[in-house]
């Protein structure tokens, strides 16, 4: 079975500051990873995703995240946080043949200008 | 690409009344079809799944139903609300490349 870890419900960060939203998985084979963004009363949306090949990948926004199998974790980055990155951010893992995806609980990040 | 409507964006029923949310798939066909429920600090909770017409599983024992009726389309029900049934849910339809596409909600208050 997979599940995700996500720490720090709420993650406070100041306009131009980096973002950092960590995500540890734990999973019996290789897994997919994927990060969700999802703003007020709104569906979730695709930032990223890793299935195979390149193990940092760059998404939407300016985000991306590094893939790395001997931590088991699947970090996001941004450079400089933007007033409109706030936002509920989701890590997700699923495996090839599964078609299920387990999601951790979410980080609400907030922009302090 | 894959569209997902869900209707109707919020909904405010007493408790012991019955529910019915409905989403509906355009751009693709014999999709794998997901509702989730999220409550706050809890992140999404899978519901169930349907990977064809009438085929359902559920996840999680409760006082919800599903049922698909025809290929696109996905209907959550409950003969009568409780309290805890509310939250937010969402419909979501597998994609290529195991990605998901969600649909936009709905806010079920029960009072």
């Known amino acids: 079975a997979q599940s995700v870890t996500q720490l720090g419900s709420h993650v406070s960060v100041s306009e131009g500051a980096l973002v950092l939203l960590r995500c540890n998985y734990s999973?019996?084979?290789?897994?997919?990873l994927f990060w969700y963004v999802q703003y007020p009363n709104q569906g979730l949306q695709l930032l990223l995703k890793?299935?195979?090949?390149?193990?940092l990948v760059k998404g939407i926004n300016g985000f991306e995240a590094e893939f790395k199998k001997s931590e088991t974790s699947f970090h996001l980055t941004k450079p400089s946080a933007h007033m409109s990155d706030a936002a509920e951010y989701f890590c997700?893992?699923?495996?090839?043949?599964?078609?299920?995806?387990?999601f951790g609980k979410g980080n609400q990040v907030v922009v302090i200008p | 690409s894959q569209t997902i409507h869900q209707w109707p964006a919020t909904l405010v029923q007493p408790v012991g009344s019955p529910l019915s949310l409905e989403c509906t798939v355009e751009g693709t066909s014999n999709p794998n079809l997901y509702w989730y429920r999220q409550a706050a600090g809890r992140g999404l909770q899978l519901l169930f799944y349907?990977?064809?017409?009438?085929?359902i599983s559920s996840e999680v024992p409760q006082n919800l139903s599903a049922s698909r009726p025809q290929d696109r389309q996905f209907i959550l029900s409950s003969k009568k609300l409780l309290l805890s049934d509310s939250g937010f849910y969402l419909c979501?339809?597998?994609?290529?490349?195991?990605?998901?596409?969600f649909g936009s909600g709905t806010r079920l208050t029960v009072v």
């Open positions: 890793y299935t195979t090949g390149a193990t």
């Open positions: 349907s990977v064809g017409i009438g085929q």
């Open positions: 997700a893992v699923s495996r090839y043949g599964n078609n299920r995806l387990a």
């Open positions: 999973s019996s084979v290789p897994p997919y």
């Open positions: 979501a339809c597998l994609s290529g490349s195991y990605g998901y596409t």
